[in-house]
């Protein structure tokens, strides 16, 4: 079975300063790999996608992401980080196909920013 | 744009009561998963629908929680009775037909949730 692991709880970065936050997988075949952003009492927000192709991939609201296969990795970063940016971020891997296609979501890592 | 609806954004009940919680998907999506949130943990699946039907509620506690999905576009999330440790934010998300390999299809959109506690 598929998991995620996110090794940060808490992160506290100054506003403007560059940010990354680390998701480590684990899954036995191809992973389709995802960030969401989730602001306090909200709902999910996809910010960025892995599914094929460049293992760069770009986000909105000016993040991106790399896949590394060999280490099983698909890290978050930013390279300036502004106050809206606080929030709980969940990386997750898509597993199965068709009907049995699942998500299954890492712990989540807190950001706070400080001004 | 499109976007999931839930509610009660909140809800608040006692022990052993009865509540319910409702989803209403994008318009067109055959696809709605019901999640779990316990506080400073990720969401987990508690069920998923294609269309009307129940395609996996392996990790739904059926002696207490039951979902339906009659005419499968709207969902009803339904607990009873409920108890202490059932309190969470109860995410709703909605994707198109799924259908073979990951693809936009896959993708899942997620409502604003119902932070449930129970008391």
């Known amino acids: 079975a598929q998991s995620v692991t996110q090794p940060d709880i808490h992160i506290t970065v100054s506003e403007g300063a560059s940010l990354e936050l680390r998701c480590n997988y684990s899954y036995g075949a191809t992973p389709y790999l995802f960030w969401y952003v989730q602001s306090p009492g909200q709902g999910l927000q996809l910010l960025l996608k892995y599914f094929s192709g460049d293992t760069l991939v770009q986000g909105i609201k000016g993040f991106e992401a790399e896949f590394k296969r060999s280490q099983s990795s698909f890290n978050l970063r930013k390279p300036s980080v502004h106050w809206s940016d606080a929030a709980e971020y969940f990386c997750a891997v898509g597993a199965g196909t068709g009907t049995a296609s699942k998500l299954t979501f890492g712990t989540g890592t807190r950001l706070q920013v400080t001004l | 744009e499109a976007e999931v609806a839930q509610s009660p954004r909140y809800k608040i009940t006692e022990k052993s009561q009865a509540v319910a919680f409702w989803c209403d998907p994008i318009?067109?999506?055959?696809?709605l998963y019901w999640y779990r949130q316990i506080l400073g943990q990720g969401p987990e699946l508690l069920v998923q629908?294609?269309?009307?039907?129940?395609?996996?509620d392996s990790q739904l506690p059926k002696d207490r929680f039951s979902a339906e999905r009659l005419k499968g576009v709207d969902s009803t999330l339904k607990i009873q009775p409920a108890e202490l440790g059932d309190s969470a934010m109860y995410l709703c998300a909605s994707s198109k037909r799924l259908a073979g390999e990951w693809s936009s299809y896959n993708e899942q959109f997620f409502g604003p949730g119902t932070r449930l506690t129970v008391l």
């Open positions: 629908f294609q269309d009307e039907s129940v395609v996996d």
């Open positions: 318009s067109g999506h055959a696809t």
